[in-house]
């Protein structure tokens, strides 16, 4: 089969929406496919264009057997509304270019963000006589309206227009949580036309190691520490400030420190944070190569998810999957009633705190430092709970089933069913009410051998 994916962001940006495309394009090849993937120059999250492909308009190469076709954006590294618009915009005209020059795909598969990137995908599939799949990865316009960023409403009925005209024009619409559906329901969307297929993560890749002898523990000089770690988006709408506010809370204790991975310009803010709390137990890093991802990650006792209050229900955090993989304790500074506060507690891997609430999250983290038992059950229930509902080649049958559902015609009725039955359009969430197994046990990349011993929930650990 031959698919498109029309994607804004892809390799080799290293966080959001990028690895989860490439490792898609990159699956669908080794599977046989025939992938090409239009994307923009990378930029982010810098938000400048990489140097080794700036002064191009049209850039094209290939990796693993995907064809990448590059066009020009326009990017400004502190962008205002105007800019992020004018930069959707540049996409969709550019990338417009390359998608024509290919050959014919038959699928489409485009996601959002960018929401305008839905118009030349269309256009592609109409004249292609192809399916267009769109990808959900957030619902706008309602969360840049939720957070503020959005706030004329002639620019607002604008938006609304195009999220109609994406969801009408999709063959299927593919979402990552229970609450995109209810929201699309919501707008009239038939339920037929969704089907949920949550983010994955690498299982094979991102595994559950020894702090021990760690590469990344001893490079910071943190072997004997309790480590606590934020890696990921330091934007709007995670509110790293509560971090380390709660930082400076526990700095009397010195054994506490906190590890926050992120782009420079957000650094930057957070060092004046530091700087003006006293949190001295905080140390601030670059992202890192990603070959090097397993070995920070399992450097952590304890991984953070971070939200703002007002960040709409619905947002799904891709590091959510990638910290429950690594086998670690979660403390998640989420809105309750949010599908990312329901993850964690379905995982079983994790406590939820109060988001934008300092006071909750040092008590958090005092508590899991005064009982590693706990801190050992929660992260052997992530990964556990990451392997069964994760892991990439669920995700990729799952994709490459609906892909086959809206190209070719089963048939017998015994083939279509087969094919119906992995992509079922909606999944009631399950609750899952967790119960900690304080656990002694050794990794190793192959296995785990523990000795569990079950406490129900509310039980003090001495």
């Given at each position: 089969m031959r698919i498109l994916i029309y994607s804004y962001n892809y390799h080799p940006e290293p966080i959001g929406i990028a690895p989860l495309m490439t490792e898609l394009a990159e699956g669908l090849v080794k599977r046989g496919h025939e992938v090409r993937v239009v994307t923009a120059m990378p930029n982010y999250p810098q938000r400048q264009i990489y140097e080794e492909y700036r002064g191009k308009f049209f850039v094209t190469e290939e990796k693993n057997g995907v064809k990448i076709q590059r066009s020009f954006v326009w990017i400004r590294p502190q962008p205002n509304l105007l800019d992020r618009i004018l930069l959707d915009a540049s996409f969709a005209?550019?990338?417009?270019?390359?998608?024509?020059?290919?050959?014919?795909?038959?699928?489409?598969?485009?996601?959002?963000?960018?929401l305008p990137c839905c118009v030349p995908a269309a256009l592609l599939g109409w004249w292609n006589r192809c399916p267009v799949v769109l990808n959900l990865q957030d619902i706008l316009p309602d969360a840049a309206i939720h957070v503020g960023l959005l706030k004329n409403k002639y620019l607002i009925k604008v938006f609304q227009t195009l999220e109609k005209f994406a969801y009408r024009t999709a063959t299927k619409i593919s979402v990552i949580a229970d609450g995109f559906v209810d929201n699309l329901l919501q707008k009239g969307v038939a339920a037929n036309k969704m089907v949920k297929i949550p983010n994955w993560v690498d299982v094979n890749f991102i595994r559950s190691l020894s702090k021990e002898d760690n590469e990344f523990r001893h490079t910071h000089n943190l072997n004997g520490k309790f480590v606590v770690m934020y890696s990921g988006n330091i934007a709007l709408t995670q509110g790293l400030e509560t971090v380390v506010k709660a930082a400076s809370q526990v700095r009397h204790i010195r054994d506490i420190v906190f590890v926050i991975v992120g782009e420079a310009k957000g650094l930057q803010r957070l060092q004046q944070e530091c700087d003006k709390l006293g949190a001295d137990n905080v140390i601030l890093l670059p992202f890192q190569k990603r070959e090097k991802l397993p070995t920070m990650l399992a450097a952590a006792d304890v991984s953070l998810v971070v939200q703002k209050k007002n960040v709409i229900s619905f947002n799904m955090p891709s590091k959510i999957q990638v910290a429950l993989a690594s086998g670690r304790a979660?403390?998640?500074?989420?809105?309750?009633?949010?599908?990312?506060?329901?993850a964690i507690s379905q995982s079983g891997g994790g406590i939820v705190v109060p988001p934008e609430d300092p006071d909750a999250l040092a008590a958090s983290i005092l508590q899991l430092y005064s009982a590693p038992e706990l801190v050992n059950s929660l992260g052997y229930n992530s990964r556990k709970y990451a392997v069964e509902n994760y892991s990439f080649n669920n995700a990729l049958n799952q994709y490459e089933n609906l892909f086959y559902a809206i190209t070719e015609p089963a048939t017998s009725p015994v083939v279509q069913a087969v094919i119906e039955s992995s992509i079922q359009p909606i999944v009631q969430p399950v609750v899952i009410q967790p119960t900690y197994e304080p656990i002694f046990y050794t990794v190793s990349e192959n296995e785990v051998t523990r000795k569990p011993k079950t406490v129900s929930k509310g039980t003090l650990i001495e």
């Open positions: 005209l550019t990338s417009f270019v390359p998608a024509l020059s290919g050959w014919r795909p038959d699928v489409i598969l485009t996601t959002s963000p960018s979660i403390i998640a500074s989420v809105p309750d009633t949010g599908t990312a506060a329901k």
